[in-house]
């Protein structure tokens, strides 16, 4: 490839991986407002409860589908996540030729370091951590599927 088309097809990468991040974004904000529409609902109706088994069972119903809509996050999440990892590889590969923006001191970034650009240091750390926004991600789901597995062992239908 001569370097106009290097260039073509790098910008191409480059549409595909902002593609892939705003898919990761959108699927996400879609299950996370599920979600707290349901713990929501879930939680100003917790103290309400009475011993009826028609709410617990009403709210482990509602525990339930929180548990199978989280799961269905996770899994959607990570498939997603791990293309867009993917189109991030090629565009880093195909940087190593032309230029460094995912690659390079954008990497290194990413991965924790400390970067120094005109004697400035940048970095991605926040208080000694390096939680990218795709780890953070993956622990809202954790905490979503900790709280309605709570809440169905808390109101397992149970004949009394």
């Not at 191409?12 to 529409?37: C, I, P, R």
């Not at 090629?90 to 190593?96: H, P």
Request: hydrophobic share 50%; proline share 1%.
């Amino acid at each position: 490839m001569n370097n106009k088309e290097n260039l073509e097809y790098y910008s191409y990468l480059y549409k595909l991986v902002l593609h892939e991040s705003k898919a990761v974004w959108d699927t996400g904000q879609l299950f996370l407002l599920s979600n707290a529409f349901l713990a929501a609902i879930i939680g100003t109706n917790f103290g309400n409860n009475s011993n009826d088994w028609r709410n617990q069972f009403i709210f482990w119903l509602l525990a339930l589908l929180g548990l199978v809509i989280s799961l269905l996050w996770l899994l959607s999440f990570n498939r997603t996540k791990n293309y867009y990892h993917f189109r991030m590889a090629q565009a880093k590969k195909m940087e190593k030729n032309l230029f460094e923006i995912f690659s390079g001191d954008g990497e290194r970034i990413a991965n924790g370091e400390s970067i120094k650009i005109n004697g400035k240091e940048y970095s991605l750390k926040i208080c000694c951590l390096n939680l990218s926004s795709l780890t953070i991600v993956n622990i809202v789901i954790f905490v979503f599927i900790i709280f309605y597995l709570i809440v169905c062992v808390l109101f397992f239908p149970i004949n009394n």
